[in-house]
């Protein structure tokens, strides 16, 4: 919709609408080519330090795939080319949790159990 009075257009995409000012439209004429568009460019911060251990012990399950998410892509921002979870023994819930999310994601290359020197089974080695 135009809105002549008040110079501005209303656009939908899908469920949203928009007002945009007149200012910010430019009218497209049939068969007119399309002017090229240079996309945004994403910066992402790199983190200031981060530790090559990620401490899960006493967490909720319903946190853990957020928690392990982050620290992965912060861990590869940061360069890191192996990382430690510390998950614990206990019921081996969490430890479980934590391989199944690691199986499938996309920055890990390989994992495994830390060795005895590592922390045994209460730790699983990340390949970034």
Known sequence: KISEGKQTVEVQ????KLN????????IVNGAAARQVTPAKTILPKPAVISNELNLRGKRASEIEVLLDGYLSNA??????KVFIIHGIGTGTV???????LTDHQLVKSFW???????????TVVNL
């Open 13 to 16: 995409a899908g469920q949203v």
């Open 95 to 101: 430890r479980q949790i934590v391989r199944d999310f």
């Open 113 to 123: 159990a830390g060795k005895q020197e590592e922390g045994g089974d209460g730790v």
């Open 20 to 27: 945009i000012s007149m200012n910010n439209v430019e009218k």
């Open 76 to 81: 590869t921002l940061a360069n890191l080319d």
